[in-house]
């Protein structure tokens, strides 16, 4: 299956910074990627599709303007958390779909945000 | 109704136990159904991948899809205490969008 990587793994920020995530495809080239939220003992959420070279599509109830998605390369897509607040706090997390399809996802080790 | 139901657990068994973990979905249009092994604080692992109904064995692990009764399943034989994490059910119509279960906390005791 494809590697993905993540970085950073956790980060901790003041309230009303940003943050960036980055989300690299290491051995796969990917036209699209995923980006999902998980709270804590909860499931993943999908936030949005990332499409290389075009917009994100965001899934109903997250703000575009708030969630900033970024996906200039194959091999690159990035998510900029605006103005982080403490609610904001999650598991993000990023994923790209397989040779059998976009069901087949593999994922990221994930990046802990932490907002103070 | 959610579109995939999954217990929470915590399910907590003895090494060596053979382990069921299921789900159920309410969408029949769902044909391909996946497996997904979650360490704390760590990104999903695929396990397992199934297209329509039917088992799939690898290894000590088997999954089963019976769409006449949207259920699903997930077997582990020999378990052991590296299975320890949580198991998410996931399945997709086709195309992007994939839903995933709440996921089940497994605790193997040695």
């Known amino acids: 299956g494809a590697v993905v990587s993540q970085h950073p793994s956790w980060v901790i920020c003041k309230s009303g910074t940003s943050v960036k995530i980055e989300c690299r495809s290491l051995d796969f080239q990917a036209t699209t990627m995923f980006w999902y939220r998980q709270f804590p003992k909860q499931s993943l959420m999908l936030m949005a599709t990332?499409?290389?070279?075009?917009?994100?599509?965001?899934e109903q109830g997250v703000e575009k303007d708030k969630f900033l998605i970024n996906h200039a390369s194959l091999t690159l897509s990035t998510l900029t958390v605006t103005s982080a607040h403490p609610e904001d706090s999650s598991f993000y997390i990023c994923?790209?779909?397989?040779?059998?399809?976009?069901?087949?996802?593999?994922f990221g080790p994930g990046t802990r945000l932490t907002v103070l | 109704q959610k579109e995939v139901e999954q217990d929470p657990g915590p399910l907590s068994v003895p090494e060596g136990a053979i382990v069921s973990l299921n789900c159920t979905y309410s969408?029949?249009?769902?044909?391909?159904f996946m497996w997904y092994r979650q360490y704390s604080r760590k990104g999903p692992e695929l396990l397992m991948y199934?297209?329509?109904?039917g088992n799939k064995e690898d290894g000590r692990f088997t999954a089963q899809v019976d769409k006449s009764s949207k259920y699903i399943s997930l077997f582990i034989r020999d378990s052991q205490p590296s299975d320890s994490a949580t198991y998410l059910c996931?399945?997709?119509?086709?195309?992007?969008?994939?839903?995933f279960g709440a996921g089940t906390r497994l605790f193997v005791k040695a």
């Open positions: 199934t297209y329509s109904s």
């Open positions: 994923s790209v779909g397989g040779l059998a399809g976009y069901n087949e996802q593999f």
């Open positions: 996931a399945m997709s119509a086709g195309g992007f969008k994939t839903i």
């Open positions: 990332s499409n290389e070279g075009s917009k994100a599509t965001y």
């Open positions: 969408n029949s249009a769902f044909q391909y």
